[in-house]
């Protein structure tokens, strides 16, 4: 006998598997089991408790290929958690999360999620994932593993990009549904930039509120591109945004931490927030580099080799990219300044924001 | 006494208890005495020796008298506060008649050049210590001791060069002819300890066992639960644990596997129960809500694989999960098949490195930051980082799932994986004795030489694909879980369960119980009455008698 027969006991129930097309959207489902690290939600799948985390999902494909639409969300408990487990020091700053989406056991698609800085307060940011899996890959037992890992970044990106990525972040649904053999997502198709993230070709820090509805301002310099056409041109707008917030530190005084202190500390928060973004408009740094200015590097998440990528200036402030992959998975595009920035690194940062984008096959 | 209490709801905590307390037990004209020690800083581990320790007063007519005290090194190495004065009046509130402050009764002996002898008093008399302890046994202490306060995992080559050791050899002999004194007078009843290692503990149940006192061991778990070892069942020949393991597995043979098919049903209910952390002994993994959501063997190998990927594991190969103890927690408490723990995983991750048709996982315990200072565990990894069918890391960094879906073996010498496995179909070998290491549900070996045998011989009949678990091994495991968390576990309603806590909830508690519960048949009293009466090793909720009706 196999280990594994004794696992279960008498007053174990059979859990059944969903039907599709199946939406998972709360983890106290039956048909939810928490592989790894997670904390199961009510409202929301769960949350990833380690440095990374994963859910099973039972679901009967009856040996169809599905299509998998997973949305994570980080929010002011997100950075709680990773500052719990992260300890930043003194100075370190709120950075993008790259985090990859991996399933049974390989990467799948990579998200790129960070909180956009309103004048006084964070705003939440959601990420769509949404990746094609073969009719053999979830098998008789209908187990399919949804992991959240950290991204590993190229040593170019390393340092813009949020270390113990995943830490935090919120799986809120996954929804699976059948699709015909063969089948392909995109194709040709020209998206502006918010539909474009909504329907998971590009991850550019999320749409942002609650419910994720629009791109917001932009806010990093990095873009993931998820689309699985071998040529995607992605048309990007070059700004300069406040630099990010200082991150959320646990409060080392014992009196910090109570209800009182935990207010002042959030005052205080937000009268940096604000001061920072006093001191951006004041500043006469913040002036965005003309996109002649900037090197565009990719590289392929999977693997970790550089990927072709052009860029043409459009006008004064966009700049098309054109990637041209050469092998399957995200590609992480990052923005650099040739020469020394024009912007004060203290003050402001460049940053972009996806506009439109094509896919051609 | 470390206390994070409301001022308010400690005293009123006090007042109620000295009540109850006066009134359910009285005092006694006997010069016969109970000593019960209060040197772990938790009340709620002393909570529990006194609740014991007046019950036992009920049948036996004793005064009550605590030990107590706080040192430097172990203060430095344990606690964060300890206040002696808050220990005397928990003390005086449960009925103690003396409060002996052990610490500054050894420090003057300690310090001079005759650390034996001790003046000691009890009632206004003093008291003549019997026979010493041997010099053997005494080292064998000092040693224990000193690697736990120095966080190591075994001591230097000269231990004597360090002023420390010294300082500990001294106290030693002073605190174990203190002991002497306190317990081999002939009045001594019983002694209720919440340890039996280090110097304060174990030389107070070394001398007990000496001069034939009885000796009652509180656990720190559950709600009540105790062991005792009793003058006319101690054979003299092991450790106090190692007695123990003895009487635990006869008892479990006779009262638990007897009766199999009567409980079979709940003892399935603690195992579906026990997927989930349920405390102390806790079995930490990765993730707070640490539970096991697989069932079956399909599952299991959809989640092997995955797992087997992120630790660079082939998953069709056998993993063998070496669970690494807190190197310094209580050296030699029990029978270990190697010298210490440290070599023990030494040797065993030396074995691993040339049995390369097996994955090895070594995983470091959780507290490991509280019982080693050395760096042991990774610099054991160090040595075998290029060896890919090896990695080492810490327990927390796999969940539940994954443990359970990657062992196929486990090692350990006396960890509590060694009956949590087991009750799920996972084989596990022991280096060691254990609590239940004669029940029957692991493979406990006793020298190195079986112990490289029974490895060997698991290790191929896992490459052959045979069972090395038989399906009595895991009902017996099961069993051992109900034993352990059930009817071992007495609920009475002075003695909240370990998780009743900040402090504030617990004391409350217990002050409703003490002001509001009428004491009749408060289980604690007749559990009591029933494991001294019957010279049982273990207090037990229900009478678990043995089938047939002899005693």
Redesign the interface.
């Known amino acids: 006998m196999a280990i594994g027969a004794w696992f279960a006991t008498e007053f174990d129930e059979p859990v059944p598997a969903r039907e599709l097309p199946a939406m998972f959207a709360s983890g106290g489902d039956p048909e939810v089991l928490l592989a790894d690290q997670v904390a199961r939600g009510v409202a929301i799948l769960g949350r990833v408790q380690g440095e990374s985390g994963a859910v099973v999902l039972k679901v009967r494909t009856g040996g169809r290929p599905v299509r998998v639409r997973v949305d994570l969300h980080v929010d002011g408990a997100s950075q709680t958690a990773w500052s719990r487990a992260a300890a930043p020091a003194r100075g370190m700053r709120e950075l993008p999360r790259l985090v990859m989406v991996r399933a049974q056991g390989s990467d799948r698609a990579a998200a790129l999620i960070s909180r956009q800085r309103g004048r006084l307060r964070m705003v939440e940011a959601h990420a769509w994932v949404e990746f094609d899996l073969r009719s053999d890959e979830v098998g008789d037992d209908g187990l399919l593993i949804i992991e959240v890992v950290d991204g590993t970044p190229p040593p170019w990106a390393a340092t813009a990009l949020s270390p113990l990525a995943a830490i935090g972040v919120r799986i809120n649904q996954v929804e699976i549904v059948a699709i015909e053999e063969g089948e392909q997502r995109g194709g040709s198709a020209r998206l502006a930039g918010a539909a474009a993230q909504l329907a998971g070709f590009v991850s550019a820090g999320g749409l942002v509120g609650a419910r994720g509805r629009g791109q917001g301002h932009p806010r990093s310099r990095f873009i993931v591109v998820n689309a699985t056409d071998t040529t995607v041109r992605c048309r990007v707008r070059i700004s300069a945004a406040t630099a990010p917030p200082a991150a959320v530190r646990q409060p080392s005084q014992k009196w910090l931490r109570r209800q009182q202190g935990q207010t002042v500390l959030k005052a205080f928060r937000v009268a940096q927030r604000g001061a920072g973004y006093a001191l951006f408009e004041a500043s006469p740094f913040t002036r965005p580099p003309h996109p002649d200015r900037l090197a565009v590097r990719a590289v392929h998440l999977v693997g970790g080799t550089e990927c072709r990528v052009s860029a043409t200036t459009q006008t004064e402030d966009t700049l098309d990219v054109v990637i041209e992959r050469a092998a399957p998975g995200p590609v992480l595009v990052g923005l650099t300044e040739r020469d020394t920035p024009g912007v004060r690194r203290r003050v402001a940062e460049t940053v972009c924001q996806v506009i439109e984008l094509e896919c051609r096959r | 006494m470390w206390l994070g209490a409301d001022k308010k709801e400690f005293e009123a905590f006090l007042d109620s208890a000295d009540v109850y307390w006066r009134k359910n037990l009285g005092s006694t004209p006997s010069r016969n005495y109970l000593l019960v020690e209060v040197f772990h800083q938790d009340i709620r581990v002393a909570m529990r020796n006194l609740a014991v320790a007046n019950a036992i007063r009920r049948i036996v007519p004793a005064q009550l008298v605590v030990v107590t005290g706080v040192e430097q090194m172990w203060h430095d190495a344990l606690w964060t506060e300890f206040d002696v004065k808050l220990v005397e009046r928990i003390a005086a509130a449960y009925g103690a008649s003396q409060v002996i402050d052990l610490y500054r009764l050894v420090e003057g002996p300690a310090n001079s050049a005759t650390p034996s002898s001790v003046p000691v008093e009890l009632f206004g008399r003093p008291l003549t210590p019997g026979a010493s302890i041997s010099e053997e046994t005494l080292a064998e202490f000092v040693s224990a001791t000193y690697c736990r306060v120095t966080k190591r995992p075994r001591p230097p080559e000269n231990p004597t060069t360090d002023p420390r050791y010294r300082r500990r050899q001294a106290l030693a002999r002073a605190i174990s002819s203190a002991y002497d004194a306190l317990l081999g007078t002939g009045s001594a009843v019983a002694l209720v300890t919440s340890h039996v290692d280090y110097d304060h503990w174990g030389l107070a149940v070394d001398s007990a066992r000496r001069a034939g006192v009885s000796v009652v061991h509180t656990q720190q778990t559950g709600c009540l639960k105790a062991y005792a070892l009793f003058p006319e069942n101690d054979t003299g020949e092991h450790t106090f644990r190692g007695e123990l393991t003895h009487q635990i597995g006869a008892f479990f043979e006779q009262r638990v596997w007897s009766r199999r098919a009567e409980v079979r049903?709940n003892a399935?209910?603690v195992?579906?129960r026990s997927k989930v952390n349920l405390g102390r002994p806790s079995w930490w993994r990765?993730?707070?809500?640490a539970?096991?959501?697989?069932?079956?063997?399909?599952?299991?190998?959809?989640?092997r694989?995955?797992?087997a990927?992120?630790l660079g594991f082939d998953p069709a190969r056998p993993v063998v999960a070496v669970f690494n103890h807190a190197v310094s927690d209580a050296p030699g408490t029990n029978h270990q098949s190697f010298p210490t723990l440290a070599d023990w995983f030494e040797e065993t991750a030396q074995f691993a490195s040339t049995a390369t048709e097996v994955q090895w996982l070594f995983q470091d315990h959780p507290s490991q930051f509280r019982y080693d200072s050395t760096d042991f565990f990774d610099s054991v990894a160090r040595r075998y980082a290029r060896h890919r069918h090896m990695v080492f890391q810490p327990s927390k960094?796999l969940?539940k799932?994954?443990l359970?879906?990657l062992v196929?073996l486990g090692v350990t010498v006396r960890g509590s994986v060694s009956n949590e496995l087991p009750?799920?179909?996972?084989p596990v070998i022991q280096a060691g004795w254990s609590e239940w290491s004669e029940c029957g549900l692991s493979t406990v070996v006793n020298d190195p030489e079986t112990y490289w045998k029974a490895l060997d011989a698991a290790i191929s009949a896992m490459l052959n694909g045979e069972?090395i678990i038989s399906a009595e091994q895991?009902e017996r495991a099961r069993l051992w879980l109900w034993f352990y968390r059930s009817a071992t576990d007495l609920f009475t309603p002075q003695v909240p369960h370990w998780e009743v806590w900040p402090a504030d909830y617990l004391l409350r508690a217990v002050r409703t119980s003490f002001r509001h519960i009428e004491s009749d048949a408060d289980p604690v009293f007749e559990a009591v009455e029933r494991m001294w009466t019957r010279r049982e090793p273990v207090l037990t909720r229900t009478d678990l008698q043995v089938p047939g009706g002899v005693r």
């Open positions: 049903r399935e209910l195992a579906w990765g993730g707070a809500s539970s096991v959501d697989i069932t079956s063997s399909e599952e299991r190998a959809r989640l694989t995955h797992f990927a992120r960094d969940s799932n994954g359970w879906s196929d009750a799920y179909g996972i069972e895991v």
